[in-house]
């Protein structure tokens, strides 16, 4: 098994695409709680990639979440997006949360386009309901564009969530357990969803989850997270095929990744 020493923890992830997101010993204190939260984190992210990170509750993912969509500064390193800095929230920064966390007075399709309306107001969003139709066409919402949040199931909720995420175009995505709140069953098929819209527009994605076989059957890579202050410990390559499926959870290949991340944890003292 190979250790953190053995690989470096900002080894690039999936198909070799251009650097997109790059992080460079990023840490973060908090010095009225005398709390160091990230220790030198190392991170590049590459054009269609599909990286994800785990680790214990309070290792720092969401802290590193944050400070990789410009809500909250890192106290040491850098974080670049594009060759710019990320030095506050942006456009190119996709972000999706646990709950879809829809307006219930606007339809799908005025929740879908929000971002674009408070950004650069009415006109803009209006210009936008064609791109919005299609983006809830491409994850089956065709039909619905009209209907209220009370209407929806929550996986329809959710994909409504991706349409918003996707219609300012993001550079990259990140997800924050985007399907923790849902049934086992409508979370493996929105999973699968995610992934196809993923391949689809080439997107650069970044998902926190605490599922290590979620965490497998999206990702390029997984990065696995120390206990506090978080660090990289190991990053998994996973050489399953593209697309993948369901089925392949249940293949020796994903048991030996799924043992070899839970041991990571394990070594670090998480479980």
């Known amino acids: 098994m190979a250790t953190a020493a053995a690989r470096p923890a900002a080894q690039p992830a999936g198909p070799g695409g251009r650097p997109v997101y790059e992080l460079r010993g990023v840490s973060k204190s908090f010095p009225r709680r005398n709390v160091r939260a990230l220790d030198r984190v190392d991170l590049v992210l590459r054009e269609g990639s599909f990286s ?34 990320v030095t506050g929230p942006r456009r190119d920064i996709g972000m999706m949360f646990q709950q879809a966390t829809l307006f219930p007075w606007r339809t799908t399709i005025e929740n879908v386009v929000l971002p674009i309306e408070i950004r650069d107001g009415r006109s803009a969003a209006r210009a936008k309901h064609g791109a919005a139709r299609e983006l809830l066409e491409l994850v089956g919402l065709k039909g619905f564009e009209q209907v209220y949040p009370n209407e929806l199931s929550g996986g329809m909720a959710q994909r ?26 409508s979370r493996d098929f929105m999973n699968m969803e995610l992934q196809r819209i993923c391949l689809e527009r080439n997107a650069t994605a970044f998902l926190v989850t605490h599922s290590i076989p979620e965490a497998v059957i999206l990702s390029d890579l997984v990065y696995v997270m120390s206990p506090r202050p978080g660090r990289f410990i190991d990053a998994v390559e996973v050489d399953l095929p593209r697309p993948r499926t369901l089925h392949m959870m249940t293949e020796p290949k994903f048991g030996e990744l799924v043992d070899r991340i839970r041991e990571q944890l394990g070594q670090g003292g998480v479980l």
Do not use: N, W, Y
Request: hydrophobic share 45%; proline share 10%; net charge negative.
């Open 52 to 85: 994800s990170i785990i680790g214990p509750s309070g290792c720092g993912k969401s802290t590193l979440l944050k400070i990789m969509a410009g809500v909250q500064p890192p106290s040491e390193g850098s974080v670049i997006l594009e060759g710019a800095p």
């Open 160 to 185: 409504a969530a991706i349409c918003r995420m996707l219609v300012t175009e993001p550079a990259v995505l990140l997800l924050d357990e985007p399907f923790s709140a849902l049934d086992e069953l």
